[in-house]
């Protein structure tokens, strides 16, 4: 039963490859995000973090065919990126991790921010007058206390980014070797005749990383609660 | 050594005080809510005065009227809060380096030892500031900031949060400091046995106004 085939392993490494690229590259705009929503005051700071949370609400699929009007080939953004750039999203697995990021991104910055809402500021200023310049604040006081919810993020983010369905499918399509990820073949599977056992090994493998995921994400959360306590 | 004169509204709170001291240790003295921890937060460029000028060691570090406001980071300043604000991700070693480290500043080994002898911290090194007592904590705040080299040293009631017994067991330390560590300090205190053991002068504040400025002996 469960011997898994060539192609579920396609499968299975194309979304471990397209989750853990989105993560790594939404993760500092995550950080950057996150502390700019926790710290600062502007004007539009709702709408901002409206925008943000927004993939979380929106149908999926029309956050696909919205990547799909921007970041396509015709698109504004899409031909731009692949003129100047040869950056291609477009039914490249690429736009699977784009796709990914973009839904990801509401998960991913959550933790972040509210492990930075939770450091005591007048750390920050018991560094200050010792002589550290704001961005040295940052990097030594503000992120390594704020690590295990950032650590947090990433995992959050990445489950979800594995997961990814709707605005996948919608902008990049369900190319085998290019764009099929492990929710994509599941779908091309319970369609297909026969498709009933592999269609059952890949939702254990789901299961599986999905949950593996929650327990690091509580881990992370609980050390974050003793770094801040100073033990 | 240190030149002030500072207006700060602070919502109702207005604070208005002006004084010049060579001491080794001024002792600012008031209830609470006088206005020192301010005063003393705009020393350190924590907080900006709505108007004067304030100068340390000769660098004005404070002019509103030219505009001038050097961040608290680069005033060269050590501060000893009321409440350590030690670096609870950082051991005790990383602590009392983070300063060093910040400013840019070669290993000093002998100012090190003389501090951590000075202070006794040496057995504390590897801890987390997390396992440490009140007393402790304190100490390790007090050789964190003055390892910075600083020009000035700031401490907003340093035995504020500890019991009789523990602040019994600092103030000999701070005595030493004083006679010994050659930094001048601004020590903010309600407490006048404190101060007549520490201070070399007294700028007694009244809210937000200086009633008094001179020796020990205004402390009646």
């Known amino acids: 039963m469960f011997d898994i085939s060539p192609a579920e392993w396609t499968a299975i490494l194309l979304s471990l490859r397209v989750a853990v690229i989105a993560t790594l590259v939404a993760t500092p705009f995550g950080i950057a995000l996150a502390w700019l929503l926790a710290r600062c005051d502007f004007w539009g700071k709702s709408v901002l973090d409206a925008l943000v949370h927004l993939p979380l609400v929106l149908p999926p699929v029309v956050t696909g065919y919205l990547l799909l009007l921007s970041f396509g080939r015709k698109g504004l953004i899409g031909s731009f990126l692949a003129d100047h750039l040869g950056i291609v999203f477009a039914f490249r697995w690429t736009g699977a991790a784009l796709a990914c990021g973009v839904m990801a991104f509401p998960l991913l910055v959550r933790p972040m921010r509210l492990s930075i809402e939770a450091i005591d500021r007048r750390l920050e200023q018991a560094a200050e007058t010792l002589g550290a310049a704001p961005w040295k604040v940052f990097f030594t006081v503000t992120l390594p206390l704020a690590l295990p919810g950032v650590l947090a993020g990433m995992v959050l983010g990445f489950a979800k980014a594995i997961g990814e369905f709707g605005a996948t499918i919608t902008f990049v399509s369900n190319i085998p070797g290019e764009t099929q990820t492990i929710s994509s073949a599941i779908y091309s599977l319970i369609q297909t005749p026969d498709g009933d056992a592999a269609a059952g090994r890949l939702v254990i493998v789901s299961i599986v990383l999905a949950i593996g995921a929650l327990i690091a994400a509580e881990w992370f959360a609980r050390r974050a609660t003793q770094r801040l306590h100073g033990n | ?220």
Not at chain 2, 67 to 72: A, D, F, L, Q
């Open chain 2, 1 to 220: 050594m240190l030149r002030v004169d500072v207006e700060k509204q602070l919502g109702e709170f207005s604070l208005s005080a002006s004084f010049s001291s060579e001491g080794r240790v001024i002792g600012l003295f008031g209830a609470s809510g006088a206005g020192k921890s301010s005063l003393v937060n705009m020393i350190a460029g924590l907080l900006r005065p709505d108007r004067g000028t304030i100068a340390i060691d000769g660098e004005t570090v404070d002019d509103t009227a030219a505009g001038i406001h050097v961040p608290t980071y680069r005033r060269r300043i050590g501060y000893v809060f009321q409440d350590a604000r030690l670096f609870p991700h950082l051991s005790v070693a990383q602590n009392l380096d983070y300063g060093r480290r910040m400013n840019g500043l070669a290993p000093d080994p002998a100012q090190h030892k003389r501090i951590i002898d000075l202070l006794d911290i040496g057995a504390l090194r590897d801890r987390r500031p997390g396992k440490l007592s009140g007393g402790e904590r304190q100490r390790v705040a007090l050789g964190r900031a003055l390892l910075s080299k600083p020009r000035l040293l700031l401490l907003d009631e340093p035995l504020g949060a500890l019991d009789e017994g523990r602040k019994l067991e600092i103030l000999p330390y701070l005595v030493r400091l004083r006679d010994e560590a050659n930094v001048p300090m601004v020590y903010v205190s309600h407490d006048v046995a404190e101060l007549r053991q520490l201070a070399t002068q007294i700028v007694m504040l009244k809210q937000g106004r200086v009633t008094s400025f001179g020796g020990v002996k205004v402390l009646t």
